[in-house]
Structures are given as structure tokens and as C-alpha cells.
């Protein structure tokens, strides 16, 4: 029984650096009619009932489509409940002063606290930083793109089983490297 646990244990290890490939996406091509209208992609969390695909078939979809696409941001949805993106962000911010000094108010909807901004980049820098966003990344740099950003609307903060939870509406741009 013993080894069976380490082998399963090993298993589990091995599998970590796959982060991208363990979501699926989607995408559809697009139409934005704003002031300078433009046709993109964007990229989302496949839910049903699409068809979810690693983030490597959707860029190859994408690429078999269009020889010049231009990629419209990912929304991250749901995805930022993930342990390992929760993780990655609290554990960083735990250790930045600026947090450690002000900490947002904890409570569902409390998106409108005095340092917002500075909180709301420090989120950013995690997430940039995160095991998550250099898997995709990885998928990216073969086409030669990279994120290059995260961006936020509805920034909040819950305390879970005592520890801290961020929450927010999350997505990514996209740029050529």
C-alpha cells in the first residue's frame, strides 16, 4: 500500500507542469463593432456546449484559420478558483509589504477599498509570475506571442477555512514577442 501512495504521489509531481493543458479553452472568431472596428479572437474557458480543447489546439485552430490573427485577450472566468492560481497569487502577496501593511477589507463585494490600485498590481505581478501563465505562455512563445498582462474589474477578498481568497472578473492581453 505504502508504494502504491508514492508511486501516486510521484505521478501527481510529474503531472504540475502541465498547468495549460489541464484547462480547456475555446474560441471563436469575432466582429467588435467600437468606434475602429476590428475582427479578433478571444479566448475563454471552454464550458458546455463547446468544444473544450487544450490551449494548444485552439491556437492551432486559430493559426489554420487565420495566417495573421489577432488574439483578443483570455478570460480567466472561473479558472482563478484553481489551488495552484490561488496559491501562487495569495503566497505572493502575503509577502509584499505594501499588502502586509494594508490589507484589503475581506467580505464578498468589497471592491472599492483605499489602495485598490497597488493591491490590484501586486495580483497582477503574481499572476504574471504564476506556474499558470508561464504554461501558457509556453503554448504562446510557439507562435511567438506571450501574455503580456492581467487586467481586473470587481476586485475582492474573502477569508476561507482562514485563508485569504481574491476574487475578481480576470483577463489577459496578448502580444507578439
Known sequence: MKKVRTIFALSALLALPAFA?????????????FAKPFDAWP????????KPETMAQVLNDI??????PRIFGISL????????????VVTYL???????????????????????????KLVSDALMQSRFVNSLNKEFAR????????????TFFTKENGKIVWHAITGFDVEKI
Not at 479566448?43 to 463547446?50: K, L, M, S
Not at 493559426?63 to 495573421?68: E, R
Not at 472566468?77 to 501562487?88: K, M, N
Request: proline content about 8%.
Open 43 to 50: 479566448i475563454y474557458p471552454a464550458v458546455e456546449p463547446t
Open 21 to 33: 493543458d489541464e484547462a480547456l479553452w475555446t474560441t471563436e472568431f469575432h466582429h467588435y463593432d
Open 77 to 88: 472566468s472561473t479558472l482563478s478558483t484553481r489551488a495552484d492560481i490561488q496559491e501562487d
Open 94 to 120: 502575503e509577502k509584499q509589504p505594501e499588502f502586509q501593511k494594508s490589507p484589503p477589507p475581506f467580505g464578498i463585494n468589497k471592491w472599492n477599498f483605499e489602495n485598490r490600485a497597488q493591491i490590484e
Open 143 to 154: 507562435q511567438g506571442l506571450k501574455i503580456s498582462s492581467a487586467g481586473f474589474e470587481k
Open 63 to 68: 493559426y489554420s484559420k487565420d495566417k495573421n
